[in-house]
């Protein structure tokens, strides 16, 4: 990409004024100038291509598109002027290659590009280096209202509190209440879509020469489940899910996550990705049970 300014949401003291209330939940908002352009490649193990696009900004000003696909097939467009949040959809069913130019720009926001497969589950992360979830308060409610109208979500996954939790606070009632104020917007913004949160997972820390899992995980868990249950959504406990007290020892064992005893990398994301695939499982067989009952 080239030519392009990305403005983060947990930075929005240098933010512009005319941005601030521009942002969406995935954090970002980037302004171009003249002659700006992006491009994008499937790079994912094993996809090749992929069948659709959707090109989302909003455009206040004169401003002119350009969209090339796989190198060959060019389109231009001249932009509608409106406040709302504006959408291009490119359906060739094999994208190998997407480049997007703006020679024309005036007043143009670009939110991104959502690639999408024809089959399987998509993903989208909206993740922000440390990001206690309150942030997403300062998004604009029109703003996601409009993209999760496009994107049409069926379930939201909210999880948060890593970069909340203080190895040495045991007290979690206040960030209870603002995971409601979180949900509750997330309710507003996303209508249709379901919510899931997912609790903290657990955290090593040192104590004379061994790791334990640190005093706050727990009662992070606990406010953390307090707070879906209030707001009536559906609550996975990681921490449990992953064996619970000092589980992290495992997982820096198998090289699922850093030696700080903190993050998860990759591998250990396919193994959380399986618990959760498994939990999800467990109570579809469940609910049909149910219904066999009744």
Sequence with gaps: FSNWTCFNLLRMKKVPTEYQKEFYVSGYVCVPKPGASSSFYPRPHGLSHLSSAQIIFKNYGDSEMEVIVNQSDTMKFVLQQKDEVQQIRIDEQNIRHLTIKLPKCNN????????????????????????????????????????GKMLQYDMIVLEYGLNALRKDVVNYNYYETKLEKIIDYIRVCFPQSAILFMSVGDIGMKKDYEVITAPAVEPMVKAQRKAAQNQEISFWNLYNAMGGNNSMQRFVKNGWAAKDYLHINHKGGHEVSNLLIQAFYEQLKLHNQQQIIQ
């Design 108 to 147: 143009f926001i670009g939110y991104g590009v959502v690639f999408s497969g024809n089959r399987g589950i998509n993903v989208d992360n909206y993740g922000l280096r440390s990001n206690s979830g309150l942030n997403i308060l300062s998004t604009d409610y029109t703003v996601n209202q409009q993209i």
